[in-house]
């Protein structure tokens, strides 16, 4: 069986640990890259929890088709990515995305088929420095998957096989929207106010203003998740952490690095104003992380 990774970031890290550590023998594993990502990975490897690993590195037109190809990009790069994708996809091969939002199915979909998609989530603890990735594995990572559309279903062992005996944690959903527009939610009125605010998640939990700030998020997303047929409950959704975790997109700003914030406000915003509903939260989260991005790449010097 054949299975690829395109992206070897903080979340794609947890299928090379997985593969890498485990070797089964029926499963082939490769990391897909070009240019000079794949010359630096070949060189240098990836740096998990102290272990250097060193998977193999294919371009795509070398690795061709895959069994399952997992999809861990950063939103803000995926676009960009699709190209890559296309050598992959063979009549039978299954596609998950582990990106935050609720659409890079559909982008996914536009590039190969809709045919080949199965949606999916990834609940991870996980943060990038210069030097590696570092998983906590204290948290209970899993991935969880299922088919939107019936015709869809013969793709679900495909994903179940390629996981089988390496040790990655991945189960069925029920309702795999629901699942995805819980994260998503929850992503909006967790990640991007400790993003705007420079403060981890303790914000939530000691600040009667940080809380205010994620029901107010949350209840937008809740409203534009009604339009997709998805019913979250009112109450909203914290992140059971600690007080010191800094999420990705403040992760980002303190990197210096463009963050994800068009990808998750974006498809937001796009929704809202086809159908006319009043976001304001939303649109202020989105330009405030914006400018943020315009301070960190200097625009305000001088």
Known sequence: MKIALLGAGAVGA????????????DKEFAVIADGERLDRL???????????????????????????????VKGN??????????????????????????????????AVGIEHVLHSIIMIASRRTDKE??????????IFYGSAFPENDRLLPVVAEAFDGTGINAVKSDDIMFDIWTKYAK???????????????????????GLFLAKKLWAEVRTLA???SVNLPEE?????CADSSRYSTLQDIDAGRRTEVDSLCGYLLKMAQEKGISVPYIEYTYHAIKAIEERNEGLFEG
């Open 77 to 110: 790069t995926l676009a960009g990515s699709l190209d890559m994708l296309r050598p992959l996809i063979g009549r039978d091969t299954a596609v998950i995305s582990m990106l935050n939002g609720a659409d890079s199915e559909e982008l996914i979909a536009e």
């Open 133 to 142: 990735i570092v998983i906590d594995t204290s948290y209970n990572t899993t």
């Open 236 to 240: 909203v959704g914290i992140y059971a």
């Open 226 to 228: 009604k339009l997709r």
């Open 42 to 72: 070949n060189r240098d490897g990836i740096r998990i929890n102290g272990k250097v690993y060193h998977p193999e590195i294919k371009k795509p037109e070398d690795a061709g088709v895959q069994d399952l190809v997992v999809v861990a």
């Open 14 to 25: 947890y299928f090379i640990k997985g593969y890498e550590d485990t070797k089964p023998a």
């Open 187 to 209: 992503n909006i009125c967790n990640n991007l106010p400790q993003a705007i605010i420079g403060v981890p998640a303790a914000l939530y939990t000691r600040s009667e203003h």
